[in-house]
């Protein structure tokens, strides 16, 4: 049986880079594992990554409207309304319905690359979603709110089973707002690459995370079992581990050792400590982390050279290993890239890669 590795990128906190890091982490992934099937699915309604992947700029969003207004959309609305419509128990689509081979779009990306693509009508059909997951159960054995969760779980299995042959490794675009679609993009993961900032916003929301996927400690009083944490707990769902920190926008400008961490003393912490009280709560990376510098060692990367260039690339729809020295159009303005800037950024996506 092939074997399935699925990561959801993200974090409460907007501004990290999400889907930046998406588009990256899964086109340079594809080109490294060429006998691997990769699969994107963009449960953010901002649709990015997607955009990213489809040609960037205008293209790239011009395709994914195309995608998003056809009959049946092919998109995570379109799959949603399909299996929703169809109720708990019937047969699930053809996946194939729904995916587009992205190479077939964007002859830059490597040709085993597939994607659900992200569609903003993920935020109106929201309460629909949400009326699923909740309606009353008509028998005992029945259980909406885990059949709606686990969509998307559902998806990834159904697409593997059509190559048989070949190894599978998911990456699942999200939105920071732990809104109900982000619920089922959780629910769809095994691993959580969380990607923060060099600064102390993300210890808050690095402890924010932790209540919304695990809960309070003691639940609250009055809402504490109507959480995701405590329904998903109580249904025997996965719940996904971290498996790597990534430390981006990071400023070079705050001297070495700032500039060389992937985590600010302050975020570093607050991870470790939840490590040491919770360590289920991530991945087993080998012997435990016994300090911070270890946990650090073991569990954060650091896209020091993610710079200039790795924006540009996603912008243009170009892998890094395509991106070659001159200057790009990014919105109205010629925008000159260093080879040299390429092959840093390159390297500090490869390592990344090497942690997965």
Same mark, same amino acid.
């Given at each position: 049986?092939?074997?399935?590795?699925?990561?959801?990128?993200?974090?409460?906190?907007?501004?990290?880079?999400?889907?930046?890091?998406?588009?990256?982490?899964?086109?340079?992934?594809?080109?490294?594992?060429?006998?691997?099937?990769?699969?994107?699915?963009?449960?953010?309604?901002?649709?990015?990554?997607?955009?990213?992947?489809?040609?960037?700029?205008?293209?790239?969003?011009?395709?994914?409207?195309?995608?998003?207004?056809?009959? %049946?959309?092919? *998109?995570?609305?379109? !799959?949603?309304?399909?299996? /929703?419509? $169809? =109720?708990?128990?019937?047969?699930? #689509?053809?996946?194939?319905?729904?995916?587009?081979?992205?190479?077939?779009?964007?002859?830059?990306?490597?040709?085993?690359?597939?994607?659900?693509?992200?569609?903003?009508?993920?935020?109106?059909?929201?309460?629909?979603?949400?009326?699923?997951?909740?309606?009353?159960?008509?028998?005992?054995?029945?259980?909406?709110?885990?059949?709606?969760?686990?969509?998307?779980?559902?998806?990834?299995?159904?697409?593997?089973?059509?190559?048989?042959?070949?190894?599978?490794?998911?990456?699942?675009? %999200?939105?920071? *707002?732990?809104?109900? !679609?982000?619920?089922?993009? /959780?629910? $769809? =993961?095994?691993?959580?690459?969380? #990607?923060?900032?060099?600064?102390?916003?993300?210890?808050?929301?690095?402890?924010?995370?932790?209540?919304?996927?695990?809960?309070?400690?003691?639940?609250?009083?009055?809402?504490?079992?109507?959480?995701?944490?405590?329904?998903?707990?109580?249904?025997?769902?996965?719940?996904?581990?971290?498996?790597?920190?990534?430390?981006?926008?990071?400023?070079?400008?705050?001297?070495?050792?700032?500039?060389?961490?992937?985590?600010?003393?302050?975020?570093?912490?607050?991870?470790?400590?939840?490590?040491?009280?919770?360590?289920?709560?991530?991945?087993?990376?080998?012997?435990?982390?016994?300090?911070?510098?270890?946990?650090?060692?073991?569990?954060?990367?650091?896209?020091?050279?993610?710079?200039?260039?790795?924006?540009?690339?996603?912008?243009?729809?170009?892998?890094?290993?395509?991106?070659?020295?001159?200057?790009?159009?990014?919105?109205?303005?010629?925008?000159?890239?260093?080879?040299?800037?390429?092959?840093?950024?390159?390297?500090?996506?490869?390592?990344?890669?090497?942690?997965?």
């Amino acid at each position: 049986m092939a074997k399935i590795e699925s990561y959801v990128i993200w974090n409460n906190k907007g501004g990290v880079g999400k889907s930046t890091i998406a588009f990256h982490t899964a086109t340079r992934y594809a080109e490294l594992n060429p006998n691997k099937m990769v699969l994107v699915i963009d449960l953010c309604p901002q649709s990015n990554s997607s955009m990213m992947l489809l040609g960037g700029g205008s293209s790239g969003e011009n395709y994914v409207l195309q995608l998003c207004t056809e009959a %049946t959309p092919r *998109s995570v609305v379109g !799959y949603l309304s399909t299996v /929703i419509a $169809a =109720g708990p128990g019937a047969p699930l #689509p053809d996946p194939l319905r729904f995916l587009v081979q992205v190479s077939s779009v964007n002859p830059a990306a490597p040709p085993n690359l597939a994607l659900l693509c992200g569609d903003g009508n993920l935020e109106p059909m929201s309460p629909a979603i949400t009326g699923a997951a909740n309606a009353p159960a008509l028998t005992p054995s029945s259980q909406p709110w885990k059949w709606v969760h686990l969509i998307f779980r559902n998806l990834i299995q159904s697409f593997a089973d059509k190559y048989p042959d070949n190894d599978l490794t998911v990456f699942i675009d %999200t939105n920071p *707002s732990f809104s109900i !679609y982000t619920e089922l993009a /959780i629910s $769809a =993961g095994d691993k959580l690459i969380v #990607p923060v900032n060099a600064d102390d916003s993300s210890r808050v929301a690095a402890n924010a995370l932790f209540i919304l996927l695990h809960g309070q400690n003691p639940p609250h009083p009055i809402y504490g079992s109507w959480t995701f944490a405590a329904k998903a707990a109580a249904l025997g769902m996965v719940v996904p581990q971290i498996h790597v920190i990534v430390g981006n926008r990071l400023t070079q400008y705050e001297g070495a050792a700032s500039a060389f961490a992937a985590l600010s003393d302050a975020t570093a912490d607050a991870l470790f400590n939840a490590y040491h009280m919770s360590p289920n709560y991530f991945t087993n990376r080998g012997p435990a982390p016994q300090n911070v510098q270890q946990f650090r060692d073991q569990y954060s990367v650091a896209l020091r050279d993610f710079n200039t260039a790795g924006v540009v690339a996603a912008h243009v729809g170009r892998p890094l290993s395509q991106l070659h020295g001159g200057y790009y159009p990014v919105h109205g303005h010629r925008i000159q890239i260093n080879s040299e800037r390429v092959a840093e950024c390159q390297r500090a996506v490869d390592s990344l890669i090497s942690m997965l």
